[in-house]
């Protein structure tokens, strides 16, 4: 495999690239279905459908993890450890929201899992506790393209430790890390290497396997930022063999959480900052103060609605190929793992679409992987500039249109700074999820072309 493409992610379905049809993609009855679970897609705005390609930022959630936590704050809001019902029946949510964590990024055991108020006190917490083992030269390899949370808390054991922080640079045409870079980063000094599974700002899948595989030869650990890529792909940790993973639910389809995967054997052996007496043992070692059981009962509700997308893959007119064996007897592991192979066989078509539709528009460029047989090498995340207007304004226009869209750095500092755009605004980015739709993307390109001051009709269209 060479070393600048991605090994695979633990997808549970290869694409066919630049194929004009999925065969597990949500279509017709099947899409409708999906969204009519989630409620804020009912919102209107001037007379028109709202369009939610806000998705990088934080998803929109169905209908029962809603429910499900305002039944948790009616019938069992209680504190943690009580010898009484509702103490109990909080504990036991709480408990089970481990489990299915664990089978969602297919972790050994429920006790890998430890969840926070979200992925960035998460990772400052880890990094306190691995910098509590290192010394005065040490080394920590961080990227160019990673979210700042996966980079200010390293950068802050220099400081702190004396400890050295090497860098990976990326490639400017294509946003993809230059594994030569890394190679050059590593060395006897090395102790971790802290890289992202997927860009959040320009949706580059990394080769992280072999990230993993390069940090561990040098004898370092591995901290994997998998927040944008959880809504896209399935995760494996023990595949992908990292020390350390984090997500955050409310990227996909959760409430606002964060989940961190550690090995036992590290959340064991690590010192974690917590008050006394409580216990040595993870993952309570780690969960500093009352977990909020509302939004853990949310999760929970949030992966059930995975499990029934995996296991009623065959709605009738909703697929166009059969799921694959999820039925009757699959453990929550399987459904998980079917309901992001569906998931990841939508968005490959909308990432399509999308891709061409943007190619339509006047003035508009667009940053990363823009060959569509590297759409593998992808999720439906798009970050682009259009001449002679600020993301700002591209925003604020598609926003009164009713299309939610981002711009800036998107917390990407070094990725904005390395493409020379830090000055300008940074990037307007779109990013679609299993829940969107094609006339979707048809609407958004429409607005851009309007923007842009031409006219533009189903661009995207085949």
């Known amino acids: 495999m060479p070393a600048d493409r991605p090994s695979s992610v633990s997808a549970t379905h290869s694409p066919t690239a630049g194929a004009d049809t999925e065969p597990l993609a949500l279509t017709g009855a099947g899409l409708a279905a999906v969204r009519a679970q989630f409620p804020a897609l009912a919102r209107m705005q001037n007379g028109r459908p709202y369009v939610y390609l806000d998705g990088p930022g934080g998803t929109q959630v169905p209908r029962r993890t809603i429910e499900a936590m305002a039944s948790y704050l009616e019938h069992c809001n209680a504190n943690h450890g009580g010898a009484f019902g509702t103490s109990e029946d909080s504990d036991a949510t709480i408990a089970e929201a481990h489990a299915a964590a664990a089978d969602f990024i297919s972790a050994a055991m429920p006790h890998e899992i430890v969840f926070g108020q979200n992925m960035t006190t998460l990772t400052f917490a880890a990094s306190r506790a691995i910098g509590r083992t290192l010394r005065a030269g040490d080394e920590i390899v961080v990227t160019r393209l990673d979210h700042d949370a996966n980079v200010a808390p390293w950068l802050a054991l220099e400081e702190e430790r004396g400890v050295r922080v090497r860098w990976v640079e990326i490639r400017t045409d294509d946003c993809a890390l230059d594994l030569t870079s890394l190679e050059r980063a590593l060395g006897p000094r090395s102790r971790l290497v802290a890289a992202s599974l997927a860009s959040n700002a320009v949706g580059t899948l990394n080769p992280i396997a072999r990230i993993v595989e390069m940090a561990h030869s040098a004898g370092a650990l591995t901290y994997v930022d998998a927040v944008h890529a959880a809504p896209h792909v399935a995760i494996d940790v023990a595949t ?54 509302e939004a853990l009962a949310g999760l929970l509700a949030t992966f059930e609605y995975l499990e029934e997308l995996g296991s009623t893959a065959r709605v009738a007119g909703g697929l166009s190929g059969p799921a694959g064996g999820v039925r009757g007897g699959a453990t929550r592991r399987d459904r998980l793992r079917a309901a992001m192979a569906v998931i990841g066989a939508t968005e490959r078509r909308l990432a399509r679409r999308t891709l061409t539709a943007l190619g339509s528009v006047p003035g508009l460029e667009l940053r990363g992987i823009v060959d569509p047989n590297r759409m593998a ?86």
């Open 240 to 293: 992908l063999d990292t020390d350390f993973l984090v997500c955050s639910p409310y990227k996909f389809f959760g409430p606002h959480l964060g989940l961190l995967y550690g090995r036992r054997e590290l959340l064991e052996r690590l010192t974690a900052y917590k008050v006394r007496p409580s216990s040595d043992a993870p993952p309570e070692k780690w969960e500093t103060g009352t977990l909020p059981g």
């Open 377 to 462: 090498e992808r999720v439906p995340t798009f970050a682009f500039t259009l001449a002679g207007h600020s993301p700002r304004e591209v925003a604020t226009q598609l926003g009164r249109r009713g299309i939610a869209a981002w711009d800036g750095d998107f917390y990407a500092y070094e990725l904005i700074r390395t493409l020379g755009l830090a000055e300008s605004g940074g990037l307007i980015r779109v990013g679609a999820v299993h829940y969107n739709t094609e006339e979707e993307i048809d609407r958004l390109v429409e607005a851009l072309g309007e923007i842009a001051g031409t006219r533009i009709v189903g661009a995207g269209r085949d």
